[in-house]
């Protein structure tokens, strides 16, 4: 008995090894292949990040959000002067020095030659979004891009309402005259809640609707199943109800920070990351489905200890990340550029 034992144990353990091996080898393969980019000081980069350059080179709109955080060269000083073109953002008010050691950060993009990716300053941001009418509607997380974006172009932030107030006062509208921008804001927790509201959306459709669901479901209920057919209704709604013309963007809240939003407890980390991926499972996300990914949960994760806000939102330096992204994906857009 000790023999069979021993022997299936052996057998297991061989089995374990080769399995390992196999395992190994797949992960060397980029490297065998030489499919990695050259990276400068990349240290947060995983290995498969530098063979999406490769994956995306022929499709811009996936492009627009390939890159990766790297640290910057403790030699080089932190200024936006002479900051090249394919670094999008560089995280100078966070920046700090430990140990005789720059942990200064940018988000660069990989190389694309065809794409003409490049961080846009002020006035082309403002060009990006001119005569445009722009629609949030989704939890803290839109609220704190819209006010990101509302400021990029010169408009008003939306300041939090009493979560008493009924839901009509959780909305805001602005026209910002210099630019002819017109913004709205609707204020909501879950994906049944968008969902009412597209199905009563009477004015002009806009130019642009960005969206987000997902935490407050995980926050106050914790059924990924009754969270995907609210999900799937969603969907159903903006596939009827929402033309084409309104260019879509799906919004993935950033990980929380254990750290820092200790007391979360019903908001657990690691299902943010679960409950993200059900928009992407049902095909809400391009190139499956009609909406742009803004992944914030992908763009924070690699840069959490000082990109997390408070433990729950992101920090300006990934909402500037997110917008240059936003900007650049609409110029690849057929229709938005002036
Ligand atoms: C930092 O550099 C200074 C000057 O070179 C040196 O005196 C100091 O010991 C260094 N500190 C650490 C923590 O390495
Ligand atoms: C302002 O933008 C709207 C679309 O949002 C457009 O219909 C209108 O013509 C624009 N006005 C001017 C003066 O360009
Ligand atoms: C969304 O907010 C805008 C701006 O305040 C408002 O005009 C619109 O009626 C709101 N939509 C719904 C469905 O409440
Ligand atoms: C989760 O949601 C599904 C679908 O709404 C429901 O059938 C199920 O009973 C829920 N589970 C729990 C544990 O509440």
């Known amino acids: 008995m000790v023999e069979v034992a021993n022997a299936l144990h052996i057998a297991s ?3 374990s090894l080769l399995t390992c091996l196999v395992v190994l080898l797949y992960m060397l393969h980029p490297v065998l292949d030489g ?3 050259p ?4 240290l947060l980069g995983s290995s498969s990040s530098s063979t999406r350059g490769e994956r995306h080179q ?5 492009a627009v959000s390939d890159g990766w955080w790297q640290r910057t060269d403790p030699s080089v000083e932190i200024s936006w002067a002479n900051l090249p073109s394919h670094i999008a953002v560089r995280n100078t008010k966070d920046a700090f020095v430990a140990y005789n050691e720059s942990l200064a950060y940018q988000w660069a993009w990989h190389p694309h030659s065809e794409c003409h990716i490049q961080r846009r300053d002020r006035p082309e941001v403002r060009q990006v979004f001119g005569n445009k009418r722009l629609g949030f509607i989704g939890d803290s997380h839109v609220r704190y891009f819209h006010n990101w974006v509302a400021t990029a172009l010169g408009g008003q932030e ?5 979560s008493k107030q009924p839901q009509i ?4 509208g602005q026209h910002i005259a210099p630019l002819n921008v017109t913004m709205a804001v ?3 927790h879950l994906a049944s809640e968008i969902q009412a509201y597209l199905e009563e959306w009477s004015e002009p459709w806009p130019d642009l609707l960005l969206m987000d669901s997902s935490v407050w479901h995980l926050f106050t209920n914790k059924n990924i199943s009754d969270y995907t057919a609210q999900m799937l209704g969603l969907l159903h709604t903006i596939k009827s109800r929402v033309p084409p013309s309104t260019t879509l963007v799906w919004l993935s809240p950033p990980p929380r920070h254990a750290i820092k939003a200790p007391h979360y407890v019903d908001l657990p980390a690691e299902w943010i990351r679960l409950y993200n991926r059900v928009a992407v499972d049902l095909g809400f996300t391009y190139p499956a489905g009609p909406a742009h990914h803004l992944d914030l949960y992908t763009l924070a994760l ?5 990109c997390s806000r408070e433990g729950l939102h992101v920090v300006d330096t990934v909402n500037e990340l997110a917008l240059q992204i936003l900007a650049n994906l609409l110029l690849q857009i057929d229709g938005w550029s002036h």
């Open 13 to 15: 353990s061989t089995t």
């Open 58 to 62: 022929h499709d811009c709109l996936l």
């Open 39 to 42: 990276r400068p000081i990349g």
């Open 169 to 172: 006062k959780h909305n805001k």
């Open 158 to 162: 939306y300041s939090k309402v009493d």
């Open 186 to 188: 609707n204020m909501t």
């Open 302 to 306: 690699d840069c959490l200890p000082w």
């Open 35 to 37: 499919g990695s980019l």
